[in-house]
């Protein structure tokens, strides 16, 4: 086949293609309108602003044929496109000579298939200047000057575009869910969101009944604040005079906007205001002379009342702001004095017990341990139903003189905060605060004179080893005997590990196995608190000097009541312990009160029913 006749088959398949978008410009020259299929959401960008796409306008190639194609050489191309910028068109244009031709092969369709793929999923608009080498084949590129204006008119093309196709299709109503078809229906510009024309002028007549109007009008969706056109109401409104009254509405809402128009109080017409500087406005509509501040009848020099009650308004806010600036002032002055004592602003002082002991970071172990001597010392003495209410009272007794005595340090002393790098914050008023503290929900970083955990601890192992006769070394026979309520009674004996030494009440005088492993347990506990930062060492050291003191001169005292039944504080614990009034010299137990007793030394104790003897071999 010669040239020509490839040529002649080459333009019957392009107009078999493209139909009216391929047609002859002159001799051998002919125009294709391209179209670029864009299955996907096409991004335009320029400078900070963004937007997304589906349709682009059209590319021009123009073609001419010569007598050496497809035989040697390909065709003559010329590439336009508004949108392209020089740089962009001569981009493609080098594209297309750099494609490989084949001799004896037609390329046109080819080369709109190249144009097509160089679209990629972003067209960059400048508005700069870019170098170019002003390649005459490259028509028509836009000016940086005018890339704004095609940024918009590119966003303008697809909304016709997708309005056109959107008419063509049916559409569900959101309103009111009727299928119609989509020329029926009204897409709004801003959001895209679409509607009935019925649904749509309903909703708007309701609103402009509620006084809404301008750009409080917004789309019915839900969430959208997307504000309707003006041109999109007209297009709406089927009744006219509801659309003048939406256009009267917009209009004094905008004079109301603007400083210089006030409306006359006597006609409602519209006053411009040509003098700033006094109250003077006129109406011309009625002639009618007022003040622009009051709206009543123009009074001249006298001071407006509206003024006068701004001037009121003004005196009583710079009152008030002084009064709150010296509140404000008064609450710094009392913080900087509080703050001088604050164990914050006071550095970590020296402690060999800090030195000695390495630092541990699961502070929780001190209220863990904590909640295991509670434990045990409630196991102890839960069964032990005659007895089990005295060490109670006795023991919480002591725990709030205690604490009352550490409350007292927490006012008149403040230490530094022993923790490294402790940073808390108040979590709301001192009641919360407590609340939170109480049930190891917050923490606080200050320091007081003696620890509460040593106290406590100390309580439970005073508790333990005071009212222990050595029967817990013989588990079974004590459970046995608290579930049989069977009374004690002291028997004679021998003291040891196990058991230890009775006085003629029956209270245990000296030390024995049990009481060496509470203690154990304890100074562990103490070193715990120390290990953690928790406290300083002479902390833990005054909490249980203390503890123990309070809880043996407690116990002295009970225990001489009746030698000091004159004394107005005896008067109390005899309440309080519930003795009654016991006669002189009266010996005092611990656990059953003023009692007659045989002066012999016992040694251990018994129940009515069943002797024990310690050194029996058959009870382990």
Known sequence: MTNIEKQEDEILVLQSIFDKKFRLLDDNQYEILIEFDLSTSFRIRLNDKISFIKYLPTLTLIIHYHEEYPSHYPPSFIVSCFYFSKYDLEKLCQKLDNYLFKNNEVCIYDWIELIKQEINNELILNDKFQEYTNDPRALNGYSFEKAENIFQYLINYNYERENEYFQKQFQTCFICTDIIPGINCIRLYRCGHFYCRSCLNNYIQLNLENGLFGEKLHCPQYQCKQSLLPTEIKQILENNELYERYERLTLQHGLELMNDILWCPRCQSPVLINNENDNLAMCYQCHYTFCKK??????????????????????????????????????????????????????????????????????SINNYYLLAAFVLVLIRYIFQRDIRLIVFRRWIFIQAVMFIMRSISIYVTSLSVPLPGCNTTAVGSPPVEAFYIMFFIHATCGDVLFSGHTVTLTLCALAWTTYSKGEEHYPIRWLWNRFKSKTQEIIPGRSGWLYPQLDLTGDPLSFYLTTYLVWIFTIIGYLFIIATRFHYTVDVFLGFLLSHLTWQTYHYYIKTLAERRNIIITRFFLWFEGYGRPPANTSVSLLTGPTSINPEQPGHIETHNDVVNPSDDSYT
């Not at 009121?312 to 900087?336: G, S």
């Not at 001088?340 to 970590?348: E, G």
């Open 294 to 363: 009051c709206k009543e009848i123009y009074h001249s020099q006298t001071m407006c009342p509206k003024d006068y009650l701004i001037e009121q308004l003004k005196l009583q806010k710079e009152k008030k702001y002084q009064r709150i600036q010296i509140q404000r002032e008064e609450e710094a002055l009392a913080q900087l004095l509080a703050d001088r004592n604050s164990p914050y602003w006071i550095p970590t002082l020296p402690d060999i017990g800090h030195r000695l002991l390495p630092y541990w970071t699961y502070f």
